[in-house]
């Protein structure tokens, strides 16, 4: 009876709290989960609501495109491998050279929207689906192909889970990613139907290898037109036999395997559970992630209702270390950018920097994706994330950062083209962001740079920018520019 009862008290506490103005701590706690570290702005913007109204204004902002105009060559026809095979020698390596610099202007661009978007939410949300229905570049090879599933992922970010399932296992860059474009009768290939079921919906354990088969024959004929990068069904080579998957039977096709998966419990409790470590805590709590995926399902996958549920636990507004969360590069460059209200002046340097983090975007490892949590920081990527943040926070860095630009524009000189691209990266990469900490330091409170700030001061400074205490405290009468380089510096400006 006690433990019901303290179980009972601790529900009504949060209760209690939800039904109450965030005021600024709980507002840039929320912030932080649902989007990227807020601004001063952004705080003041949510701190007068209460928790349910500030995530109804959350979903109430949520975009299905993105703000920041594409790449001009998004549009272009792709090259097929017909017309790479009949290039020459010269006019292939002018090809590839394009390539390259395709794919860098696509993680700047969508590095941009995030920085720049007015919806934080949907970028998370989207970036949280690049994560799961995994496709990198170096496999898919088109960046219009890429350029076309992010925007799929976008426009269904905070929709309906089917409708998304089903446009993903049509997405020309998956089929290609996963193989299913040679997916064909009396020779399937496995490896999307197992991804399907393992990765996307139902999670491990809950199929059987013989599932897995015969799902795959089902998928039989859905491939991609190398000439146009869109997606056709080979009528010719599609498997229409009897097929037996998860106990059900039928001359089942690929849109009714994604149906049957959709009437699994275990897929909403599968898709909960991920949300849940994306957004509340590390470990799921199973009695609520049951209770959140029972709706979920009732809703007809509505993921909004999922998201809606996961944004009003109470341990995302909660100071408690035991469920801190770690950032993802992404998290921690835009949320750095848009906390101080800075310029992200070279995004393909932002880009560069992430991959060095640990998370090149539109290019996740292996198909498991980016394992998150933890397992972003080690000694390496520990160390490009403090480089990151401490060249950004460099007292001359707006005077270098500009003498760089300049620089990167200058001819090669004596250096070959592969070290000048290597020069020019680094430099892009040191000098990705131009911050005035000047008008940061005003907008949380400190007067001016050098102002000496007493242990008081540094504390509220610490509380705007951090969800934890930090590790060590600056000295007292320390300038404020120089408490706000060691509060970004601490280990828990790494934490969300």
């Not at 498991?368 to 060249?391: C, D, M, V, Y």
């Not at 004596?414 to 000048?420: G, L, Y």
Request: glycine share 6%; charged share 25%.
């Amino acid at each position: 009876m006690h433990r019901v009862g303290l179980v009972a008290a601790l529900w009504l506490s949060a209760a209690v709290a939800l039904a109450q103005p965030l005021g600024a701590e709980r507002a840039k706690l929320l912030l932080t989960r649902a989007g990227f570290a807020p601004s001063a702005d952004e705080i003041a913007r949510f701190a007068p609501l209460d928790a349910h109204a500030a995530v109804e204004r959350l979903l109430a902002e949520v975009r299905t495109t993105a703000q920041t105009p594409a790449p001009g060559w998004v549009d272009e026809p792709i090259v097929s491998p017909r017309a790479l095979r009949a290039m020459s020698d010269e006019q292939r390596k002018a090809e590839r050279q394009r390539a390259i610099r395709q794919s860098l202007e696509l993680r700047a661009w969508w590095l941009r929207e995030m920085v720049d978007t007015s919806s934080a939410l949907t970028e998370r949300m989207t970036l949280f689906w690049h994560n799961h229905f995994v496709s990198a570049q170096p496999k898919v090879r088109w960046a219009q192909l890429m350029y076309r599933q992010n925007a799929l992922l976008r426009r269904h970010a905070l929709g309906n889970f089917g409708a998304l399932l089903h446009a993903v296992a049509r997405d020309p860059a998956m089929l290609i990613y996963l193989d299913s474009a040679t997916n064909r009768r009396g020779a399937p290939n496995e490896n999307f139907a197992r991804e399907l079921m393992e990765l996307f919906t139902l999670g491990e354990g809950r199929y059987s290898e013989s599932d897995v088969r015969e799902a795959a024959r089902a998928f039989t004929g859905w491939s991609v037109d190398p000439d146009s990068g869109t997606f056709v069904f080979r009528r010719a080579v599609h498997d229409d036999g009897e097929k037996t998957v998860l106990g059900r039977s039928g001359r089942f096709d690929g849109d009714a395997v994604l149906d049957l998966l959709l009437e699994h419990p275990a897929t909403a409790r599968f898709i909960v559970a991920k949300l849940w470590r994306e957004f509340v805590s590390p470990q799921p709590d199973a009695e609520r992630v049951e209770q959140i995926a029972q709706r979920f399902r009732a809703s007809g996958y509505e993921i909004r209702v999922a998201v809606r549920e996961l944004l009003l636990q109470p341990e995302v507004t909660a100071r408690d270390q035991d469920n801190a969360l770690v950032k993802s590069p992404a998290e921690l460059v835009v949320g750095f950018v848009r906390q101080a209200r800075a310029e992200l002046a070279h995004p393909i340097g932002g880009a560069i920097a992430l991959a060095a983090m640990g998370q090149n975007l539109f290019a996740p490892p292996n198909v498991r994706g980016w394992p998150g949590g933890e397992a972003w920081i080690n000694t390496q990527t520990l160390l490009a994330r403090k480089q990151f943040l401490a060249n950004a926070l460099a007292r001359d860095a707006v005077s270098k950062g500009i003498a760089a630009m300049a620089s990167m524009t200058e001819p090669a000189g004596e250096t070959s083209p592969a070290s000048d691209m290597k020069r020019r990266g680094a430099l892009a990469q040191a000098h990705a962001v131009r911050l005035d900490p000047a008008a940061w330091l005003k907008a949380i409170g400190a007067v001016a740079v050098e102002q000496p700030l007493d242990a008081a001061a540094a504390a509220r400074l610490a509380d705007a920018l951090l969800v934890l205490p930090p590790t060590s405290t600056p000295h007292s009468q320390a300038l404020a520019f120089d408490v706000l380089r060691a509060t970004v510096l601490d280990p828990v400006y790494q934490l969300k």
